[in-house]
C-alpha cells in the first residue's frame, strides 16, 4: 500500500510542475521580442514642390529670361493608410497614397504650351521604418524609406495628349516621432520626401504619332505626415 501513495505522489508532484511550466513566461530570445500588426491612417500633404519637372513644357515670369520656374504648387490634397507588421524596431508596411499640386497661377507667371489645373498622383509603396526605441518614454523617433509605383495625371494643357494618366517608379524617404497614447494607439507626426519619375505622355494623339514621350514627369515634393497608427 506504501508504493501506491508514493507513486501518487510522484505523479501529483510532476503534474504540478508541468502545469507551472505551460502557464510561466516564456524565456530566452522568444520574450524579448515584441510584435504586432498594425493599421496606420494619415494626412500626407505635399507642402512644397522640390523640382517637380515636366519636360517640353516652358514656365517662365513675364519679361524675365527666367525659364526654370516651377509650374506647380502645394494644394494641401492629400491622404493615406497602410497596413504593416512590427518586430522589435524594424516595421515593413505597405502603404497607399493620393496627393495633388495645383497649377501655380501667381502674378505674372505665363506658360508655353499650358499646365493642366492640378497634378494628381496614386501611388502604392513598400515602406522599411527604424524605431529609435528610447527606454522609459512613450516618444519614439523613427526613420524610413520606400519604393513603388506611381499613377500619375497628365500635367499638360495642351491638346492630343494621347493618355491622360500613366505610371511611373514612386520612392520616398521620411522622419518622425511617435507617441504612445495607449499600447494599442499611437500618433505619430513628421516630414517626408516623396517623387515619381518615368510617367510619359504621348503628346501627339494620332494613330502614328512621332512625339512619343515628349511629355515627362518629374514629380518631386517636400511634405509632411501626420496620423494615428493601431496595433492588433
Request: glycine share 10%.
Amino acid at each position: 500500500m506504501h508504493y501506491k501513495k508514493f507513486f501518487s505522489a510522484t505523479a501529483l508532484v510532476t503534474l504540478l510542475s508541468l502545469s507551472n511550466a505551460a502557464f510561466s513566461d516564456p524565456v530566452g530570445p522568444i520574450a524579448d521580442e515584441e510584435t504586432s500588426y498594425y493599421i496606420r491612417l494619415q494626412y500626407n500633404g505635399e507642402f512644397s514642390p522640390f523640382t517637380t519637372k515636366i519636360d517640353n513644357i516652358t514656365v517662365k515670369k513675364d519679361g524675365s529670361a527666367v525659364t526654370d520656374v516651377d509650374p506647380f504648387k502645394a494644394s494641401f490634397m492629400a491622404g493615406g493608410g497602410a497596413f504593416g507588421y512590427k518586430m522589435d524596431d524594424i516595421r515593413v508596411d505597405v502603404e497607399g497614397l493620393y496627393s495633388q499640386l495645383s497649377k501655380n497661377a501667381d502674378t505674372g507667371i505665363t506658360t508655353e504650351p499650358g499646365v493642366a489645373d492640378s497634378l494628381s498622383v496614386m501611388s502604392g509603396l513598400v515602406n522599411v521604418y527604424y524605431d529609435v526605441a528610447i527606454e522609459d518614454m512613450p516618444i519614439t523617433p523613427y526613420v524610413g524609406v520606400g519604393i513603388g509605383a506611381a499613377y500619375l495625371s497628365n500635367p499638360s494643357a495642351a491638346e492630343g495628349v494621347k493618355d491622360q494618366k500613366k505610371f511611373g517608379f514612386a520612392y520616398q524617404a521620411k522622419a518622425g516621432v511617435s507617441y504612445d497614447v495607449t499600447p494599442e494607439i499611437k500618433l505619430f507626426a513628421g516630414a517626408r520626401y516623396f517623387g515619381s519619375y518615368g510617367a510619359n505622355f504621348d503628346k501627339d494623339n494620332t494613330a502614328d504619332h512621332k512625339d512619343k514621350g515628349e511629355v515627362k514627369v518629374l514629380y518631386s515634393t517636400i511634405g509632411a505626415e501626420a496620423g494615428v497608427a493601431f496595433n492588433f
